[in-house]
């Protein structure tokens, strides 16, 4: 069983910066592919960030790009965003996830919810105006 624990919300004026963690246990972290998703309330769960098992390879959202950046420290088995210039609108919880499987690409990486196997305890990011 692998559990995945989020860290690093908060509150931060609009133009600010946060950087979110999510420590991995249990198993091979190194193996991997990692993303964070955010719920805001009366919204759907949504794909933020994704990185590949080698770290090489990574995806972002159109309204993030250029903002955020996800990065990942297999010695650690943590998993990070980085957020800049925060807007109202990046308002949300923030969860980590994480995909398990007996074989895997090294330069993969999925943006669909379902793709993954387990999930951190979400943490809250609010943004003011």
């Known amino acids: 069983q692998v559990q995945l624990v989020d860290s690093g919300g908060g509150l931060v004026q609009a133009g600010g910066s946060l950087r979110l963690s999510c420590a991995a246990s249990?198993?091979?972290?190194?193996?991997?592919?990692m993303s964070w998703f955010r719920q805001a309330p009366g919204k759907e769960r949504d794909i933020v960030a994704a990185?590949?098992?080698?770290?090489?390879?990574?995806y972002y959202a159109d309204s993030v790009k250029g903002r955020f950046t996800i990065s990942r420290d297999n010695a650690k088995n943590t998993v990070y965003l980085q957020m800049n210039s925060l807007k109202p609108e990046d308002t949300a919880v923030y969860y980590c996830?994480?995909?398990?499987?007996?074989?895997?690409?090294?330069?993969?990486?999925?943006?669909?919810?379902?793709?993954?196997?387990?999930w951190g305890q979400g943490t809250q990011v609010t943004v003011s105006s």
């Open positions: 249990g198993r091979t972290f190194s193996h991997y592919p």
């Open positions: 990185i590949s098992v080698n770290g090489g390879n990574t």
């Open positions: 996830a994480a995909r398990e499987r007996t074989s895997y690409s090294p330069t993969a990486y999925y943006t669909a919810a379902r793709a993954y196997d387990y």
